[in-house]
T-cell receptor, first 111, second 115 residues
Framework: GEDVEQSLFLSVREGDSSVINCTYT??????LYWYKQEPGAGLQLLTY?????DMKQDQRLTVLLNKKDKHLSLRIADTQTGDSAIYFC???????????FGTGTRLQVFP | DGGITQSPKYLFRKEGQNVTLSCEQN?????MYWYRQDPGQGLRLIYY???????QKGDIAEGYSVSREKKESFPLTVTSAQKNPTAFYLC??????????????FGSGTQLSVL
């Protein structure tokens, strides 16, 4: 079945770049997403990328997709304390029409 | 403002009791979803509904029930059959205009705990 994996924690200094990684197993993925969850809140869609793209940039966010290795990453430039949250990647499976979420990566930004 | 509202924010359940979590949206979305979130785990799909008066089981539907009598509302009942109900419950909706690029809008969640 489909599986999406992420590392659980990432700690970075304010002003540095953060890179959050995600791997998935479903070769029929069409769209891949990054969601952000702040403490005690729901998830908020940050960005998404279509599977035939390699890269997408949106202000401080850069998404890189390596479809061959089934690897997705989210780079946050100039990380701020307000970026501290849990980041979920998710993939939309064409075969099952399901949205599969990863376990989430907790990003902690320290001064 | 358009959005999706969950209530209550916190809920406590006694053993053997059924409890109902509310989810309301005014985004005119056709599809609505219930997810369960446990610490260190991804979101797991409980139930979903693509249209009024219709819903399907997700991956962990046992011990839960839903109804979709109105487009705006998708309440979730956690029954006494759910033996481990303590979790953060998230409701979401989407327009599903394009099924392959479906953007979910989430409520702020309900934390359910067992007394």
């Amino acid at each position: 079945g489909e599986d999406v994996e992420q590392s659980l924690f990432l700690s970075v200094r304010e002003g540095d770049s953060s890179v959050i990684n995600c791997t998935y197993t479903d070769s029929s993925s069409t769209y891949l997403y990054w969601y952000k969850q702040e403490p005690g809140a729901g998830l908020q869609l940050l960005t998404y990328i279509f599977s035939n793209m390699d890269m997408k940039q949106d202000q401080r966010l850069t998404v890189l997709l390596n479809k061959k290795d089934k690897h997705l990453s989210l780079r946050i430039a100039d990380t701020q304390t307000g970026d501290s949250a849990i980041y979920f990647c998710a993939e939309r499976s064409y075969n099952t029409d399901k949205l599969i979420f990863g376990t989430g990566t907790r990003l902690q930004v320290f001064p | 403002d358009g959005g999706i509202t969950q209530s209550p924010k916190y809920l406590f359940r006694k053993e053997g009791q059924n409890v109902t979590l509310s989810c309301e949206q005014n985004l005119n979305h056709d599809a609505m979803y219930w997810y369960r979130q446990d610490p260190g785990q991804g979101l797991r799909l409980i139930y979903y509904s693509q249209i009024v008066n219709d819903f399907q089981k997700g991956d962990i539907a046992e011990g839960y029930s839903v109804s979709r009598e109105k487009k705006e509302s998708f309440p979730l009942t956690v029954t006494s059959a759910q033996k481990n109900p303590t979790a953060f419950y998230l409701c979401a909706s989407s327009s599903r205009v394009s099924a392959t690029n479906e953007k979910l809008f989430f409520g702020s969640g309900t934390q359910l705990s067992v007394l």
